[in-house]
């Protein structure tokens, strides 16, 4: 039986997020419109999502949350500091994943429709960010110049990211890589990457996020539901979903046990045939 969420906080408390830091309006406007856009396909009770972002800020900060939170977050009223994203974030992911469990009684279907729902709620993101950004994306992987317009990509986003204060202190999306997986060594030279896709094995590549603002609802959603939210990562896969790949953490990651200032995922990435 999975803990509730007074029994998962009271386990792992985030201390570090108990001083509340400001967030970009940009990342804030394109994520309301994403996570909502994507709830309500699913959901329309929004006083759902407010009893379940009250009880969130309660549990987890020990305090009361602004009567108007939802409805200033989905419709641009008010500024939005972190923790108050972090209850939205769960309270909307929460509602949806519960929604689907009540549509879906295969456990795998389930798992699979929620990681949908993941997707689709980044890959609108992204939509909204990459013409924001003007982000210069090649459509292949086929050049030294495609390689390097995908790594100043990637860099745009992740420096989108820290700006806004979804990554309070740290990006990065290393492609030099020496670690060990479930008993399997691997070893990449940044500059082995695109050789390696081309001939069509796969590469990897280590995704290191400071501080997101995300992290403890993320923990305690897996904790209490067995999915989390993955704003970031859903983005970054949709950004190699544009240059022809398939990528994404490997499906064994577990946030729980990361430090807040260095949650680290390890990826696979592909060239789709």
Not at 22 to 34: R, T, V, Y
Not at 161 to 189: M, P, S
Not at 235 to 258: K, M, N, Q
Request: overall charge negative.
């Amino acid at each position: 039986m999975r803990p509730t969420l007074e029994e998962i906080v009271a386990a792992k408390p985030y201390r570090d997020y108990a001083d509340w830091w400001p967030m970009g309006e940009h990342f804030l406007g394109f994520m309301a419109d994403a996570i909502h856009a994507n709830w309500e396909m699913l959901q329309d009770d929004a006083s759902e999502v407010a009893r379940y972002a009250e009880q969130y800020i309660r549990v987890v900060y020990g305090r009361e949350a602004r009567p108007t939170l939802v409805g200033d977050f989905v419709e641009h009223r008010a500024a939005v500091e972190s923790g108050e994203f972090d209850a939205l974030s769960y309270a909307f992911y929460r509602s949806a994943y519960e929604e689907l469990a009540r549509r879906i009684s295969d456990p795998e279907t389930l798992i699979a429709e929620r990681r949908q729902f993941t997707r689709r709620v980044g890959k609108r993101f992204f939509s909204s960010m990459v013409a924001y950004l003007k982000l210069d994306l090649p459509t292949k992987l086929e050049s030294e110049e495609d390689h390097r317009r995908l790594t100043r990509a990637i860099e745009e986003v992740g420096a989108f990211l820290h700006r806004e204060g979804y990554l309070r202190t740290h990006f990065a999306f290393r492609l030099d890589v020496d670690i060990t997986h479930r008993g399997h060594r691997i070893r990449q030279r940044a500059q082995d990457f695109p050789t390696t896709l081309d001939r069509g094995a796969s590469a990897y590549a280590l995704y290191e996020m400071g501080y997101p603002a995300i992290m403890p609802s993320a923990v305690y959603l897996y904790q209490t539901i067995g999915e989390a939210q993955h704003h970031s990562s859903r983005t970054i896969e949709e950004l190699f979903d544009r240059v022809g790949c398939t990528a994404s953490e490997t499906r064994d990651f577990d946030p729980t046990g990361y430090p807040a200032d260095l949650v680290v995922e390890l990826w696979e990435i592909r060239k789709r045939a």
